[in-house]
């Protein structure tokens, strides 16, 4: 079943500007983690966020979690064409240790 | 370097043709785990194994078989593939005790005709 949802599914975006992606989910959790996946490749592990955190910051990335509204959000700074990619958010429940994935969203930056 | 492995990376068969899927991790991490991606449904777990023969269903476990031999493999097995089964595949694994980060394998891209 899935946990997180991307919202939007797709995004483009002019070199040198900001994106925000956000993500849904619909139970507690331990953690929430972002993902990249460059086309059709393996999925890179960006950030994880505990659920006691509000905020985490790495380079040009910055997320925020609001376990109230059961949301979470992924800024890439001053964006990059390299930076295209799809962006998966992903929740740690409890139990089984797997992860629960969304959708994704799919990110492309114009040189 | 840490890394998982799988093999092969693109495969080509055809229903019912029994075939393995190969997953190998250097981290010495006791949790593995299988994937597969479809357009639109982001990824979805098929059985997951917390050790050496413990094993589990995920999300997705129709169709599949799995096993935990050895702490560093573990393959993925379809018995007899179905044109429902064409899909990219991925193996992760985790450390348990430590970081909650999953590594995953490079993917495997299986096409039943």
């Known amino acids: 079943s899935q946990q997180g949802e991307e919202d939007p599914q797709a995004l483009s975006i002019q070199e040198g500007e900001n994106a925000t992606m956000n993500c849904s989910y619909k139970?507690?959790?331990?953690?929430l983690q972002w993902y990249r996946q460059n086309s059709g490749r393996g999925l890179v592990h960006l950030i994880l966020?505990?659920?006691?955190?509000r905020e985490k910051h790495s380079g040009r990335l910055r997320v925020t979690l609001d376990t109230s509204k059961k949301s979470s959000s992924l800024l890439i700074t001053a964006s990059r064409a390299a930076d295209t990619a799809s962006y998966f958010c992903?929740?740690?429940?409890?139990?089984?240790?797997?992860?629960?994935f969304g959708s994704g969203t799919r990110l492309q930056v114009q040189p | 370097e840490a890394q998982v492995t799988q093999n092969p990376r693109y495969l080509i068969t055809v229903t019912g043709k029994k075939l393995t899927v190969t997953c190998s991790q250097n981290?010495?991490?006791?949790?593995m785990s299988w994937y597969r991606q479809d357009p639109g449904l982001g990824l979805r777990q098929i059985y997951y194994?917390?050790?050496?023969?413990?094993?589990d269903k995920g999300d997705v476990p129709e169709g599949y078989k799995v096993s935990r031999k050895e702490k560093r493999n573990f393959p993925l097995i379809l018995e007899s593939p179905s044109p429902n089964q064409t899909s990219l595949y991925f193996c992760?694994?985790?450390?348990?005790?430590?970081?909650?980060?999953?590594?995953f394998g490079p993917g495997t891209r299986l096409t039943v005709l």
């Open positions: 992760a694994s985790r450390d348990l005790a430590g970081v909650d980060t999953q590594y």
């Open positions: 139970t507690s959790i331990n953690n």
């Open positions: 966020i505990r659920s006691n955190e």
């Open positions: 992903a929740t740690d429940g409890t139990g089984r240790r797997a992860l629960t």
């Open positions: 981290m010495n991490h006791e949790y």
């Open positions: 194994s917390m050790n050496v023969e413990v094993t």
